[in-house]
């Protein structure tokens, strides 16, 4: 059985940094097609954040987190990242590592099968 855990959330304050980790049970991480990361905030939409491709050369930001967000993967370690720089109060949100094989547009979290259980993170203001 395919898992996906996310760990690595926390209370952080305005303009600090956090590193989310998705470990992968169950399958390798770099077959999947894209790896991605999405936040959820209260009365929001699911959002994605960032996304991964098979190769890893391939990779797709939000305008809202280009710069201040990477994503990568560790294929020893079988585990995708999100490092976050500078982070805002607005970014307070539910953040969940997704994976998928067929998709048709990163953005749209209906394309993607398997979902981790996602990590809080909390900015200070």
């Known amino acids: 059985q395919v898992q996906l855990v996310e760990s690595g959330g926390g209370l952080v304050q305005a303009g600090g940094s956090l590193r989310l980790s998705c470990a992968g049970s169950?399958?390798?991480?770099?077959?999947?097609?894209?790896m991605a990361w999405f936040r959820q905030a209260p009365g929001k939409e699911r959002e994605c954040v960032a996304a991964?491709?098979?190769?890893?050369?391939?990779?797709y930001y939000a305008d809202s987190v280009k710069g201040r967000f990477t994503i990568s993967r560790d294929n020893v370690k079988n585990t995708v990242y999100l490092q976050m720089n500078s982070l805002k109060p607005e970014e307070t949100a539910v953040y969940y590592c997704?994976?998928?094989?067929?998709?048709?547009?990163?953005?749209?979290?209906?394309?993607?099968?398997?979902w981790g259980q996602g990590t809080q993170v909390t900015v200070s203001s």
């Open positions: 997704a994976a998928s094989d067929n998709i048709r547009n990163v953005r749209v979290a209906s394309d993607y099968r398997v």
């Open positions: 169950g399958r390798t991480l770099s077959t999947y097609t894209i």
């Open positions: 991964l491709g098979r190769s890893g050369g391939t990779t």
